[in-house]
């Protein structure tokens, strides 16, 4: 008689605060053959806190094609695993997902167990529109690419979010002012649920300043939410002084740099700025 497969369970755990994890979760966590998580000696930690021994192992970005075949086998053998990540709920910005297809493609069933989430969490607090939004994770690193990402979201519509570390949200920060315009609304959630948790809210402009004179923003775990497109976030008296700005700068600047600096003062978006320039006869816009 062939055995009945057992479960994956992908449970979600704390972000920061441990009194965030379920007893659901804590009572699949005991009981499963095995966890399944990306740093066994962070994840041994928290089952510890929980007075929970368990048997571990990794799974990560390097390794999840080679490893997952044989935790599929032994799923649809009979045993019963928990998918967890280093915090929040698995497979977001994390590894798993070629784990989680491959189950259910086996036959295997795969459950969730809902908790934390620093998407959500963050989404909840910044008190900008909720009903849609895009999540981007993390952006590339270097600069040039961040901007190329950025500029292809720029008439988004819904409520943009971002994965960042501290140490890089300020280059983020720029670049977005730069490709969305300084009068986006935008919010930094830092460290939430955990003792230093901050929530920043602003124009993406002010957020700049922000992150430049305070040495906290750029510490710890962020979310970066910006507002979507819409036709508020660069009104009419937004593109009025937009139209008396370029062409002066134009006069006295190149124009990539009368096209940067016109978006930041007036809070146009670039691309809209861009093609103004362009309109006036501006040549070598950047």
């Known amino acids: 008689m062939a055995k009945t497969p057992g479960t994956l369970w992908v449970v979600a755990t704390p972000i920061g605060n441990l009194e965030d994890l379920s007893p659901r979760a804590q009572r699949i966590l ?4 095995l966890v399944i998580c990306e740093d066994t000696r962070h994840s041994g930690r928290l089952l510890a806190a929980f007075g929970i021994r368990q048997r571990l192992a990794s799974l990560h970005e390097h390794n999840e094609a080679r490893v997952a075949p044989g935790l599929v086998e032994r799923l649809a053998a009979g045993e019963s695993m928990a998918l967890v990540s280093d915090a929040g709920t698995p497979l977001l910005s994390d590894p798993g997902y070629r784990l989680v297809r491959a189950a259910a493609e086996a036959g295997v069933t795969v459950s969730p167990v809902p908790g934390p989430s620093a998407l959500l969490a963050a989404l909840s607090v910044a008190g900008l529109a909720t009903d849609r939004f895009a999540f981007e994770g993390f952006l590339p690193a270097k600069s040039g690419a961040r901007r190329a990402r950025l500029q292809a979201l720029a008439e988004e519509s819904r409520t943009l979010v971002f994965f960042e570390a501290g140490n890089r949200v300020g280059a983020l920060l720029q670049d977005a002012v730069e490709c969305l315009g300084a009068g986006r609304e935008g919010v930094l959630a830092r460290e939430l649920t955990k003792l230093h948790e901050q929530v920043y809210r602003g124009r993406l402009a002010q957020l700049v300043e922000l992150a430049g004179s305070d040495p906290d923003v750029s510490r710890g775990e962020m979310v970066v939410l910006v507002a ?8 009419d008296g937004d593109r009025a002084l937009l139209q008396q700005l370029l062409p002066a700068l134009l006069e006295e600047l190149p124009p990539s740099r009368a096209v940067k600096l016109a978006a930041r003062l ?4 670039r691309r809209e700025v861009y093609e103004l320039a362009l309109s006036l006869g501006a040549s070598g816009v950047q």
């Open 30 to 33: 005991g009981e499963v053959a």
């Open 228 to 235: 979507g497109r819409a036709d508020a976030q660069a009104g």
């Open 266 to 269: 007036s809070g146009v978006p």
